[in-house]
């Protein structure tokens, strides 16, 4: 179960960085990439993923000052994001705004192949939790503890969140593997 | 690794691939998130006036000996100098157009998040009509009901559930809910229809709604035109058969209220939006020389009301009373240091009117906290500076007379940042404001030193 074949963008490590103070600039570029992912794995939108992300960071950007002396600065923007993406009234004003984005841009970049979309698709079916539970841990190569930290829940219950999330998304997409 | 794992893990790979193809794409979002609306980061040097600080006494120093010293660039404190009015829209529009350009370029400016919000500038009609429907008084009776907890004796804040001991107001589900009380029982007589509903006012026969809506756009696809605050006014001498009295839009959220006799104040912010082209990035980060010009050039043909936030108001059958700019150019003032370009509004109606207000006086400056006396308002603003360096507290004060007419007094500058309303408190004239310091020891350590403060402002 480790990280295969970790591309360019692996998740570094989440060990904060020694020494002074973490910038929010240097925070931001270790981790936008990721909370772009996680948001886009949640929401399926690309437009909706960046404003996730993008809200994520303004609040951390707003309250820097606190954020930076919480242990893991990573931790919280990733629940930031989780909640962002899970809350239908700011999605749906998003979408909205997304719209509006998209007059004049007709570029995504990001494009699944139709196995990939599937799975993400049937992970967004998932209940909340459980959805959230297999982006960080598959998105984001979290462990079981980080995930609990992130969701702020028992480690017992990220664990059955992951399992019972298996169970589905493979009923769903008849994989070998489903009961 | 069973078939869900190896699948995982390939989905997961693809997302990452996606983006880490288009990083530069997505990585410019720096400075996106660093330019942020107007309220959430209004540079450093929150203006401020201190016309009106005449003593600063600081009581109850406790904790670490280091201060709060490290004002991070830009942080210094104000210079103390009186609030600038503005006469003409003119010299409204001029201020804008001077500040807004490096402002935005400032935050990294430009582009679709500093998208369009243009206000309809129809004509103006405020007139402060004498309400031929005089607001029932409350029963003067003995009072055996409960009430929201307020902070100063006489001055009411909305709530989420209100009584007069004859019924009860609440909400519940974002809805507002008529319930009777006869002889000790309760029933439902009427749910408004309201949605979105944040909290009310009850008054006598009156209530007032609270509520948001996401702006209707006059171009659909083309502009996402933001938040509204939305006001219902009601009569529910029948509970089961609410008569809709007026209904007032505002563009932006309400901030806070308070109900003082019939009179009802409401604090509003709006945030301005220039309609500037993406803006493109330039490999050092930076948005490009052809950006910041589209910006300049796109802040410079904008017209007076594309910043002051407008107002809608409509009577009892829906029809338009008037609409317009929900604060006179001449009643708007700025802080002499600039300090962002939202509009903080306070309003005032009689809970008896069908929601005319005499007049708003604006400020061009963010808001937080609200806090009101019998006749003064106080508007917060916190400027969380971007270093981590101590924060700082403006404070701005407004002052309703009893004819509904609001005037903008002053501003002072405090160190700190305020826990809530309860901070803040006023007496014989004198405003009392505890405020805590904060000053971090670098980030591996987050045992912050923390000092109280209590400063005078009068």
């Known amino acids: ?179 | 690794m069973s078939d869900f794992d190896s699948r995982a893990r390939k989905a997961a790979d693809a997302v990452r691939q996606q983006i880490a193809e288009n990083a530069s794409d997505s990585e410019k979002g720096i400075r996106r998130a660093q330019r942020s609306p107007a309220r959430v980061a209004i540079p450093s040097a929150v203006a401020a006036a201190v016309a009106l600080i005449v003593g600063v006494v600081v009581v109850l120093p406790h904790g670490g000996g280091e201060g709060t010293s490290s004002a991070g660039p830009g942080a210094a404190y104000a210079v103390p100098g009186a609030l600038q009015p503005f006469d003409t829209c003119d010299t409204v529009l001029q201020y804008f157009k001077d500040q807004a350009p490096e402002y935005l370029i400032e935050r990294a400016g430009g582009g679709d998040r500093v998208a369009t919000d243009t206000g309809s500038g129809a004509a103006e009609q405020r007139t402060a009509k004498d309400s031929s429907n005089a607001t029932p008084e409350s029963a003067s009776t003995p009072q055996d009901y409960s009430t929201t907890n307020v902070q100063e004796a006489g001055v009411d804040e909305p709530d989420i559930v209100k009584t007069d001991g004859k019924r009860i107001v609440a909400v519940a589900q974002a809805r507002v809910h008529l319930v009777g009380l006869d002889g000790g029982k309760m029933t439902l007589r009427k749910t408004l229809p309201d949605t979105m509903v944040r909290n009310v006012f009850l008054s006598g026969d009156r209530v007032l709604v609270f509520s948001g809506q996401t702006a209707q756009t006059s171009e659909p696809g083309l502009r996402w035109a933001g938040q509204q605050a939305v006001l219902t006014m009601y009569d529910i001498s029948d509970p089961s058969d609410p008569q809709l009295i007026a209904k007032l839009t505002i563009d932006g959220n309400v901030l806070d209220a308070r109900l003082v006799g019939t009179q009802v104040r409401v604090v509003t912010i709006s945030s301005p939006d220039v309609n500037a082209p993406a803006p493109v990035y330039a490999p050092d980060g930076g948005i490009t020389e052809k950006s910041k010009e589209e910006l300049r050039a796109a802040v410079a043909s904008t017209h007076v009301d594309d910043w002051i936030p407008t107002y809608a108001l409509q009577d009892s059958a829906g029809g338009e009373v008037s609409k317009g700019r929900l604060v006179e150019c001449a009643n708007l003032a700025h802080p002499e240091t600039f300090s962002g370009l939202d509009t903080v509004a306070v309003s005032a109606f009689d809970m008896g009117s069908a929601l005319q207000s005499r007049q708003t006086v604006g400020l061009i400056a963010g808001g937080q906290q609200i806090y009101a006396t019998d006749t003064s308002t106080y508007v917060s603003t916190t400027d969380w500076t971007r270093d981590g360096s101590a924060a700082k507290t403006s404070l701005h004060k407004f002052v309703t007379a009893s004819s509904g007419a609001s005037t903008y007094q002053g501003s002072g500058e405090i160190p700190g940042t305020l826990l809530n309303q309860y901070a803040m408190s006023e007496y014989d004239g004198v405003l009392r404001v505890a405020s805590t310091v904060s000053e971090r020891r670098g980030w591996t350590n987050p045992r912050q030193l923390t000092e109280g403060v209590v400063t005078t402002l009068q």
């Open chain 1, 1 to 179: 179960m480790e990280s295969q074949a970790a591309p360019a963008t692996a998740v570094e490590p989440s060990v904060e960085a020694c020494g002074e103070s973490l910038s929010f600039d240097d925070f931001y570029k270790r981790e936008h990439r990721h909370v772009l992912a996680l948001a886009f794995v949640l929401t399926g939108n690309q437009w909706v993923a960046e404003d996730t992300a993008q809200d994520a960071f303004t609040a951390a950007f707003r309250h820097w000052h606190s954020i930076v002396a919480y242990d893991s600065p990573s931790a919280w923007i990733r629940r930031v994001t989780c909640n962002r993406a899970a809350s239908v009234l700011r999605r749906r004003m998003r979408e909205a705004k997304a719209m509006m984005r998209l007059v004049g841009r007709t570029q995504t970049y990001i494009e699944l192949d139709q196995g990939d979309e599937a799975f993400w698709d049937a992970v967004r079916r998932l209940p909340l939790r459980q959805a959230q539970t297999v982006a960080l841990y598959y998105m984001e190569d979290y462990s079981v503890r980080q995930i609990s930290e992130v969701l702020d829940c028992s480690e017992g219950s990220v664990k059955t969140h992951l399992s019972r999330a298996r169970d589905a998304v493979a009923r769903q997409l008849r994989l070998e593997d489903a009961q």
